[in-house]
């Protein structure tokens, strides 16, 4: 029991790890579309991070997507500087799995990007995606601008109404102000294209923004 509640209950920053000055080095480059991993990016483009469960299938769901340039698989949200896999397991970071995603906003909007995240996942599960259960799984979005963060809140209430008439819960999503990008082992970036017949939890609720 007391493993299951350090596992979907935050700590709090004294109770988190101390993690590490050192960041994690990964492939500069993306594995599926060659381009670089890791800023600096081109000045035209922008950036958005997303936590919907796992993040190797929230990952491919993105860099599938026309106009995105590059994606990352990461960690956010939390205390812990730098962490390992394990320590994010142990739900005593802080942080959740999130993929950075920088886009081409010419080709891609960012109005799309939120209407994919949240399409492709189940909003409402607080500390849970599908079967994987902590802290880690939770949903967010983290906003870099005024201009995003209205258009998440905004998608999150026509959302809702939408769940709400098909008989769901309320949306436990976090939108979050420019939380710091930690990048996960490269093991875990672009997963699912080194792997192809890896895990992917991620599903959606047969509902449309």
């Not at 922008?46 to 106009?67: H, I, N, V």
């Not at 209205?150 to 209430?157: C, E, G, N, R, V």
């Amino acid at each position: 029991m007391s493993f299951l509640m350090k596992k979907t209950n935050l700590p709090t920053p004294e109770q988190a790890l101390p993690g590490r000055t050192q960041v994690m080095l990964i492939n500069p480059l993306h594995v599926v579309s060659g381009n670089p991993t890791q800023p600096p990016f081109p000045s035209h483009l922008q950036k958005a991070q997303f936590g919907m469960g796992c993040f190797w299938g929230a990952e491919r769901k993105f860099w599938q997507q026309p106009g995105v340039f590059s994606t990352a698989a990461g960690y956010a949200g939390g205390y812990t500087p730098n962490p390992t896999y394990q320590e994010i397991c142990t739900g005593l970071t802080g942080h959740n799995e999130v993929v950075l995603v920088i886009f081409n906003p010419e080709q891609i909007s960012y109005l799309d990007l939120l209407r994919l995240f949240w399409e492709s996942h189940n909003p409402t599960q607080g500390m849970r995606q599908g079967n994987d259960t902590g802290t880690q799984y939770r949903s967010s979005i983290d906003v870099f601008d005024e201009a995003q963060s209205k258009l998440a809140y905004q998608t999150l209430d026509q959302y809702q109404a939408h769940l709400t008439q098909a008989g769901m819960g309320k949306i436990t999503t976090e939108v979050r102000n420019s939380a710091p990008f930690y990048y996960a082992e490269d093991e875990h970036q672009q997963y699912l294209a080194k792997n192809p017949q890896g895990y992917c939890g991620l599903g959606g609720v047969g509902v449309g923004l």
